[in-house]
């Protein structure tokens, strides 16, 4: 759990109530008397905050190991300042006016005031020094500390050692002693061997006789540990900023601000449907994505923009902003990576200021003094702000990746070493199609830029290649199996035979229909077959099977009372025919075109394994070209194979679907509806939007012949003038000439 410290009142009678843990109660006496005896040694840091630009310094403050499961957590800074308090931590008395405290990581816009606390006097004091390789900062005082004895450190004092240090217990600020055992040593893989140690402070002996400290939880076991801090490797402030200076300048040239246009989405009666679920984002109805890119060479740009398939096929230009420049520098897509957020662009023209990644093990920082860049973009403009960071600990994730930990918000983090080398961004790790979790957040983690290089180093093998930038017939393809599925329960898996292979009808589909000259078709799928799963080689998880839940929508409407519907609801009106581009069929596409798979099948009590390759379905209703006829106010789209298979026609009957109708429009006021169908214009018959153009050119009055599920009926509609024929023309034509194609 969090250990939370909170203000109090402070005496030096809170020496009385010093937390004692010793390992033997013989022992207990030498607490004590060490508890006393450095009462006057260890003093109380206050860092008071404040917030900057409206803006809290999220997650930082005090880390602590927790006793529960052993990870580090952290006196959330944002807490603090909602509770009028201070952080507070323990500092150590060098000199009169020289305290060693422990790294807060708080960037100074943050900070109101730093006091040191002893008794009933605080004194104003500033940071003056920061450790190389310790989470440790020195403060010098305004003014000597009254009362405050420095520690004498001796690096020949003997076990046992006992590890001192004040904190809040119970709401009173008290001494901690607690002994230390300096036995078993850790060799990690590629680390030299140290002591973890659980205990934290100024270790002492029995007579209180300081030795060293530990601050990260690590000792040498050649006992370097046994030293004053003065012998520690120091950064002064002015090193300090000079390194920030430096680390700016290079970030500044090499993580760029980069703009990303697109197309405007095709739009769809998917779009107005209020009946389905949509996994939509901001970025699907976006035209202008503004992103972070790192500089890789002088001509590559890997641009941290977590796209999805939908969203990159609409991309047409990448645009990268120098620092303080407006005119920017074109970017050609090369690609997108498979398994992280990212695309790669290669620069018209080169750049220079690259970022160099730092080849070796990230580990290899744990504790180190690192400089954070935290940069961001709000709209059009990039802030950054620099500090100095470093990585707590690690946790191992994906494939066994080691992921660095800091305190703060990583989201936007990235992490410098002293030489300059880049050492860690924030990348988001991409979900793979099928893997999506609808409910959650998909959010940037610190990734080691070695991780990254390597990925680049071999591009080929690491990018997705259905996530690029498509033409707009191509923007809304669909892959499919070439089936119609009915949605498994409980009581059909039963009756099916099928209730373990589904999770009891969680997932599955029945199908009811295959389309000839389908991938299913040819790999011999049944009608009354149930598909389970997809499985795709080196992904260990298979794909669900799961048929949409709006697709029964359509049936469900009560298309009896279609007439009774208010022309401002034509929008929310569904389609009667399952939309193609169902959530599995779009899993399936982010598979990519071609990739071989294996369905998993029951038939009759056996599991099946049908191979199969994802394909490319034919054009469907959603993707047809369309018309808009201005002078009727209605959109028309021709039958597409799913369409005719709901209306049971052939390629040969006529008909053209109205797909929308505008409110107050001509179409509208002759009372026609959404998704009937025109099959005659004055008596010519209709296949394609061609077709319609030349039955409709020069017409003033029109006859047309509605079909509406089964039912049909003639409408007649008069216009003010004759229908110019040039107004079908350009685009109109066009479409027609690919729909009779």
Not at 83 to 106: H, K, W
Not at 139 to 158: I, Q
Not at 464 to 489: C, F, H, K
Request: glycine share 8%; proline share 6%; aromatic share 6%.
């Amino acid at each position: 759990m969090m250990r939370r410290i909170r203000t109090l009142p402070m005496l030096m009678a809170a020496l009385a109530a010093a937390v004692i843990l010793p390992s033997a109660a013989a022992r207990q006496g030498d607490a004590a008397a060490i508890a006393r005896s450095l009462a006057n040694s260890i003093v109380r840091v206050e860092y008071t905050l404040q917030y900057d630009k409206g803006q809290a310094p999220s997650g930082t403050g005090i880390m602590e190991r927790c006793p529960s499961c052993g990870e580090f957590h952290v006196d959330g800074a944002e807490s603090v300042l909602s509770e009028e308090r201070p952080i507070e931590t323990a500092g150590y008395v060098l000199s009169p006016t020289r305290i060693l405290t422990v790294d807060q990581f708080l960037h100074p816009r943050f900070v109101a005031g730093t006091k040191v606390v002893l008794g009933d006097e605080a004194i104003d004091a500033r940071p003056v020094a920061y450790a190389q390789s310790e989470s440790a900062v020195i403060l010098e005082l305004a003014r000597p500390l009254a009362g405050a004895a420095p520690l004498k450190f001796d690096a020949k004092g003997e076990a046992p050692f006992f590890a001192v240090s004040r904190a809040t217990r119970n709401g009173e600020w008290a001494v901690s002693v607690a002994p230390v055992s300096i036995g078993a040593v850790s060799a990690a893989e590629g680390r030299a061997p140290f002591i973890p140690v659980a205990e934290r402070g100024v270790i002492v002996t029995s007579a209180a006789t300081p030795v060293g400290m530990n601050l990260t939880g690590e000792l040498a076991p050649d006992g370097t540990w046994k030293t004053s801090p003065d012998n520690w490797t120091w950064l002064s402030a002015d090193e300090r900023a000079a390194l920030l200076e430096s680390t700016q300048r290079l970030s500044d040239a090499g993580i760029l601000r980069t703009r990303l246009d697109l197309r405007s989405p095709r739009v769809t009666e998917e779009a107005y449907s209020p009946w389905s679920y949509s996994d939509s984002s901001e970025d699907d109805e976006a035209t202008e994505i503004h992103a972070l890119a790192v500089l890789v060479d002088e001509r590559t740009l890997l641009v941290l923009a977590n796209l999805k398939a939908s969203v990159t096929a609409r991309l047409e230009e990448i645009t990268v902003f120098a620092p303080g420049s407006e005119e920017g520098v074109s970017a050609k897509f090369r690609a997108s990576l498979r398994d992280y957020g990212a695309l790669i662009a290669t620069l018209d023209e080169p750049l220079s200021g690259s970022l160099r990644a730092f080849s070796e093990d990230i580990r290899r920082h744990r504790h180190q003094l690192l400089i954070g860049a935290e940069i961001s973009l709000q709209g059009e403009h990039r802030l950054a702000y620099f500090t100095h960071q470093r990585i707590a600990t690690f946790n191992v994730g994906w494939r066994r990746h080691v992921y660095p930990e800091v305190a703060g918000d990583d989201q936007s983090l990235f992490l410098f070493d002293r030489q300059g080398a880049l050492v860690a961004l924030p990348v988001i790790k991409r979900d793979r199609p099928g893997e999506e979790d609808r409910w959650s957040g998909t959010y940037p983690t610190l990734t080691a830029a070695k991780q990254i290089a390597e990925t680049l180093a071999d591009l080929d093998a690491n990018t997705d290649t259905s996530n690029v930038p498509l033409s707009e017939e191509e923007e809304n393809r669909v892959a499919w199996l070439g089936v119609i599925m009915q949605g498994l329960d409980t009581e059909l898996a039963r009756q099916m035979g099928v209730s373990e292979l589904s999770d009891d009808g969680s997932i599955g589909g029945l199908v009811t229909f295959v389309y000839p000259d389908s991938p299913a078709a040819a790999a011999q799928v049944q009608t009354g077959d149930v598909l389970l799963r997809v499985h795709v080689a080196n992904r260990p998880r298979p794909l669900d099977i799961e048929v949409d839940e709006d697709s029964e929508f359509g049936s469900a409407f009560p298309w009896h009372q279609l007439d009774e519907v208010p022309e401002e609801y034509f929008e929310m009106i569904p389609k009667p025919w399952p939309s193609v581009a169902s959530g599995f069929n779009r899993t399936l596409t982010g598979l990519g075109f071609g990739t071989p798979v294996q369905v998993e099948l029951a038939r009759g009590g056996e599991v099946i394994f049908a191979p199969m390759a994802v394909t490319q379905s034919p054009t469907h209703f959603d993707a047809a070209p369309q018309f808009k006829s201005e002078p009727l106010g209605f959109t028309l789209r021709p039958m597409t194979y799913e369409v005719r298979r709901h209306f049971q026609k052939d390629e040969e009957e006529p008909g053209l679907i109205i797909a929308r109708i505008e409110p107050g429009s001509k179409a509208s006021v002759a009372g026609l509806k959404p998704f009937e169908t025109i099959t005659s214009v004055n008596d010519a018959p209709v296949r394609t939007l061609e077709d319609f153009r030349r039955a409709t050119a020069g017409q003033s009055e029109l006859r047309l012949s509605i079909l509406r599920m089964t039912r049909s009926r003639l409408v007649k509609i008069t216009l003010d003038e004759p229908i110019e024929d040039e107004v079908f023309g350009g685009p109109a034509a066009e479409a027609g000439e690919q729909a009779d194609g």
